[in-house]
């Protein structure tokens, strides 16, 4: 008898539609709303969809909380480099490295460990794709991008029906 998963395993269950709801939801409204990138809501959107409505708001706050961490530790580091006068690919390998050491370190002591990797992924995001001029402005809408999708997943998930909690 074969422990390998069969082509039987591959189904389509009931979080994995209001995942895809959830992001299709997300990303039609910020088309109808002319806000790019879309990608911090909808990856918030996919990350709050849980098990449970209770789970799925952790995790939401969880994604949020770990994007802000991610968002300001990038600013100021990006802030830092226009003070100092680096090559820019020697700035963006020491940047990093005190970026994700920086995140560490705050979420561990915010016992917020969960919130590592979405915080390091954030931080990327804006310090490596933000013009220097917009710092502010691109990293603000980045957590209100996060915010929206994660509040868009919960609602789905709560919303639509759940047989965990019924």
């Given at each position: 008898m074969s422990t390998q998963p069969g082509w039987h395993a591959l189904k389509i269950g009931l979080r994995t539609?209001?995942?895809?709801?959830a992001?299709?939801?997300t990303?039609?409204?910020?088309?109808w709303w002319n806000r790019q990138p879309a990608m911090l809501a909808a990856l918030s959107a996919v990350y709050s969809m849980?098990?449970?409505h209770e789970t799925s708001v952790n995790y939401g706050k969880f994604?949020?909380?770990?994007?802000?961490?991610?968002?300001?530790?990038?600013?100021?580091?990006?802030?830092?480099?226009?003070?100092?006068?680096?090559?820019?690919s020697v700035f963006r390998v020491l940047a990093s490295m005190l970026g994700v050491l920086l995140i560490i370190v705050i979420c561990n002591a915010l016992n917020l460990s969960t919130s590592i990797i979405n915080?390091?992924?954030?931080?990327?995001?804006?310090?490596?794709?933000?013009?220097?001029?917009?710092?502010?402005?691109?990293?603000a809408n980045r957590i209100l991008d996060t915010i929206i999708g994660a509040m868009i997943g919960i609602l789905i998930n709560y919303l639509l029906p759940n047989h965990h909690t019924e």
């Open positions: 539609t209001k995942t895809v709801i992001v299709g939801v990303l039609t409204l910020f088309e849980q098990q449970s994604r949020i909380f770990g994007n802000t961490i991610g968002v300001v530790v990038a600013i100021l580091i990006a802030r830092l480099g226009l003070l100092i006068s680096l090559d820019p915080s390091t992924a954030t931080f990327f995001v804006v310090l490596l794709n933000t013009p220097s001029t917009h710092l502010w402005d691109y990293g």
